[in-house]
């Protein structure tokens, strides 16, 4: 089975600093790993995806995670923090394309100005 | 991106009655749907997942005869949430998937049974 644990269920950021959202992951097989965002009372917006090749992916918005392997890690990193940045952030796995997501708890982020 | 629209995005109902919630791929034909429920503050839990002309997979714990789920199109799904009760209150969201894309998701749906 799949699982995922993301560190911290709030993060406070002040407008300009770094986030870090943390992210770590158990499969059995090569993950497929997402970061996706959601705002008060909407879906789920893709922010970037790693499936194969280059371990450092970029998203929308500025965003990028990096995945270690050793370290079984898909942190989402943005150097520098906008006001609307300030929402729900789900990390997730699946076995492969097209297969269901498991999704990790959360971290709300609130961006101070 | 595609675009996935789950209506309605807002519905309050009585105790007993049943409410159903659609999904309707825009722009991509959606082979599987996906559908999650989502209690305040915490994260999204599958509910099941449809194939297109089959019989959806639910998950372990979640009642089939009470969200039935129905694909029969490769554009919309749908989930009746029947005999509704005030603990089935809570944010469903529906995602959808073509055969090559990743899972796109709707703008979910605030079910409040009273």
């Known amino acids: 089975a799949q699982s995922v644990t993301q560190l911290g269920s709030h993060v406070s950021v002040s407008e300009g600093a770094l986030v870090l959202l943390r992210c770590n992951y158990s499969?059995?097989?090569?993950?497929?790993l997402f970061w996706y965002v959601q705002y008060p009372n909407q879906g789920l917006q893709l922010l970037l995806k790693y499936t194969t090749g280059a371990t450092l992916v970029k998203g929308i918005n500025g965003f990028e995670a990096e995945f270690k392997k050793s370290e079984t890690s898909f942190h989402l990193t943005k150097p520098s923090a906008h006001m609307s940045d300030a929402a729900e952030y789900f990390c997730?796995?699946?076995?492969?394309?097209?297969?269901?997501?498991?999704f990790g708890g959360g971290t709300r982020v609130l961006v101070k100005p | 991106g595609a675009v996935v629209s789950q209506h309605p995005s807002r519905v309050i109902c009585k105790s007993g009655t049943s409410v159903k919630i659609e999904c309707r791929s825009l722009?991509?034909?959606?082979?599987?749907m996906f559908w999650y429920r989502q209690f305040p503050k915490q994260s999204l839990m599958l509910m099941a997942t449809s194939n297109e002309g089959s019989k959806a997979t639910y998950e372990q714990g979640v009642e089939k005869d009470k969200f039935l789920i129905n694909h029969a199109s490769l554009t919309l799904s749908t989930l009746t949430v029947t005999s509704a009760h005030p603990e089935d209150s809570s944010f469903y969201i529906c995602?959808?998937?073509?055969?090559?894309?990743?899972?796109?998701f709707g703008q979910g749906t605030r079910l409040t049974v009273v």
């Open positions: 499969s059995s097989v090569p993950p497929y």
């Open positions: 995602s959808a998937m073509g055969p090559n894309t990743e899972a796109f």
């Open positions: 997730a796995v699946s076995k492969a394309a097209g297969n269901k997501l498991t």
């Open positions: 722009d991509f034909q959606a082979t599987t």
